[in-house]
């Protein structure tokens, strides 16, 4: 089984910083990739950034790109997300998923850390 702990949000004013952390444990052979999405009160669960875990190919919601980077380390099991620049509708409640070898949808999901910025 997958297990994903998720850590780093809070609150931070318009313009600031924040890295989440998520820390998985379980049979990392077996998994493609790791995102993170994100979901904002009253507002379906959104894609926000990908990264593979084998290779390095990664991807961004248009609404994040330039301002966010996904990263891993593959020693610790860990994928982080820098986000910079941040603006009040990136509000959210983050989200770190896996996506294992052959799947399609991300099958495994952590519990989701808030991230509130102010204006």
């Known amino acids: 089984q997958v297990q994903l702990v998720e850590s780093g949000g809070g609150l931070v004013q318009a313009g600031g910083s924040l890295r989440l952390s998520c820390a998985a444990s379980?049979?990392?052979?077996?998994?493609?990739?790791l995102g993170w999405f994100r979901q904002a009160p009253d507002k379906e669960r959104e894609f926000v950034a990908a990264v593979t875990w084998i290779g390095n190919a990664v991807s961004y919601a248009d609404s994040v790109n330039g301002r966010f980077t996904i990263s891993r380390d593959n020693a610790k099991s860990t994928v982080y997300l820098r986000m910079n620049s941040l603006k009040p509708e990136d509000t959210a409640v983050y989200y770190c998923?896996?996506?294992?070898?052959?799947?399609?949808?991300?099958?495994?999901w952590g519990q989701g850390t808030q991230v509130t910025v102010s204006s």
């Open positions: 998923a896996v996506r294992r070898v052959g799947a399609r949808e991300y099958a495994f």
């Open positions: 379980g049979r990392t052979e077996y998994f493609s990739a």
